[in-house]
């Protein structure tokens, strides 16, 4: 696609229920981000996936928490026994390039959790 | 660990003035980028410009241009000629040649008036 592209776009869901939540990087992109924005906040890094390396995962808030990079390109976050906290926008960004070169990260529209 | 810090939450101007950003980050890395990007209502992170730390001279893209002092780590944004498209929230960024993650501040919500 022409850009990256997340679903859905808005999940509301109760409490203790768990939920998937999908990033389509742009076509290419090595480099893969899931970071969470809180309302009205900055955005808080959770993920890093960078090719076949090992991700890093020292953002992820809890155990809770999970992603998953499938054959170097669709990534899924998957929210556990979801908690009010966990109420945020969370955006998924491709890159081009990966370690070191600071290259633009390409961010998708994010989707909304609510947590009820 | 590598903090951004912006000290003003909002903003407000009049289209056609010229409104300045400010940033401030913490790091004992001596390569690294620093970027803005813009987060109009519609959600969508959009980058507006970058710079280099290697690089002394600062960035330009059209109205908006930067003041990277490192020795002061500073890095402001300015918008000249603003327009009301430049209505959003501005997130200034690092990150350091070795690292993998763009670090954010928490934002400045700017509004031009008409």
């Known amino acids: 696609g022409a850009g990256v592209s997340q679903s859905p776009s808005n999940k509301v869901t109760e409490k203790g229920k768990d939920v998937e939540l999908r990033c389509d990087p742009i076509s290419g992109h090595t480099a893969l981000y899931w970071y969470r924005q809180s309302l009205g906040q900055g955005l808080e890094f959770l993920i890093y996936f960078q090719g076949n390396s090992a991700p890093d995962k020292s953002g992820l808030p809890s155990d809770r928490f999970s992603a998953e990079r499938t054959g170097g390109s669709v990534s899924t976050l998957t929210i556990q026994r979801t908690q009010q906290e966990d109420s945020a926008v969370y955006l998924c960004a491709s890159s081009l390039e990966g370690r070191g070169f600071g290259g633009e990260l390409f961010f998708g529209e994010g989707s909304r959790l609510t947590v009820l | 660990a590598q903090t951004v810090t912006q000290s003003q939450p909002e903003m407000s101007v009049q289209e056609a003035e010229t409104v300045t950003l400010s940033c401030t980050y913490d790091t004992s890395e001596n390569n690294y980028y620093l970027f803005w990007y813009k987060q109009p209502p519609s959600r969508q992170m959009i980058l507006v410009i970058r710079?280099?730390?290697?690089?002394?001279q600062n960035a330009t893209e059209n109205r908006f241009s930067v003041n990277f002092q490192k020795a002061a780590k500073s890095f402001s944004l300015k918008i000249s000629d603003s327009q009301l498209g430049d209505t959003a929230m501005y997130f200034c960024?690092?990150?350091?040649?070795?690292?993998?993650?763009?670090?954010f501040g928490q934002g400045t919500r700017l509004t031009i008036n008409p």
């Open positions: 710079q280099e730390a290697y690089k002394q």
């Open positions: 960024a690092f990150m350091d040649q070795g690292a993998q993650k763009l670090v």
